[in-house]
Every structure is written in structure tokens, then in C-alpha cells.
């Protein structure tokens, strides 16, 4: 079993940055991804970014290209969300998930074990 726990979360202006980041522990990650989903109020959990903890592959939902970067450091057994550009939109819960797929599917649902979550609040 994997455990995860997210931090960086808070509110900021239209325009500004957050780092988020989740802290795993509990299994080795050489085989695994770890993704970071949103859930806004009323709406589904999405699809925002993830990474292959053994090679680094990314990947990205089309709405944040170009302004979210996603990292891991093998050291510290972490996975960093930067948010760059942030829109009012993307205001919402931020959950660190990991899946055992080989591939990186953006769908909730090929992820297994997930963080508590952190709020991301942006002004406009």
C-alpha cells in the first residue's frame, strides 16, 4: 500500500504561482506513476498531470499545458506540482494519486491509492 500526503495548497491571485507537492511512502516507486487530479465544486474528479516515477515520462491534460510542470525527487520519494498561470478556474481540491499501470492513463480510475487532498483557491 501506498501512502500519500499533499501540501502547497492556498490561495492566491489570478496570475500567480503554487508549488504543490505529495509525499509518498509505504512501497518502492520504480514501477509506479503518481498523478495529481482536481475536483472543483459539483464537477468530476479531472485528469491534470503525471509522471512515471522510473523513467520520468510526463504527461498532461490539454488545459494545462504550457503552465503547470510536474517533477518528482527519487531522494525525497516526492512528486512537486508547479502551477504557474493560474486561472480562476483552476480553483479546486488537488488529490496526488498512483497507479501500477504501465501506462499513464488520465482517467481516475486506473489510480489506486490517493491523497487526503489540498485546496487551490485562485482570485480573480
Known amino acids: 500500500q501506498v501512502q500519500l500526503v499533499e501540501s502547497g495548497g492556498g490561495l492566491v491571485q489570478a496570475g500567480g504561482s503554487l508549488r504543490l507537492s505529495c509525499a509518498a511512502s509505504g512501497r518502492t516507486f520504480s514501477s509506479y506513476a503518481l498523478g495529481w487530479f482536481s475536483q472543483a465544486p459539483g464537477k468530476e474528479r479531472e485528469f491534470v498531470a503525471a509522471i512515471k516515477w522510473g523513467t520520468g515520462t510526463t504527461s498532461y491534460a490539454d488545459s494545462v499545458k504550457g503552465r503547470f510542470t510536474i517533477s518528482r525527487s527519487i531522494a525525497k520519494n516526492t512528486v512537486y506540482l508547479q502551477m504557474n498561470s493560474l486561472k480562476p478556474e483552476d480553483t479546486a481540491i488537488y488529490y496526488c494519486?498512483?497507479?501500477?499501470?504501465?501506462?499513464?492513463?488520465?482517467?481516475?480510475?486506473?489510480?489506486?491509492?490517493w491523497g487526503q487532498g489540498t485546496q487551490v483557491t485562485v482570485s480573480s
Open positions: 494519486a498512483s497507479t501500477t499501470n504501465t501506462a499513464i492513463v488520465q482517467r481516475p480510475d486506473f489510480f489506486s491509492s
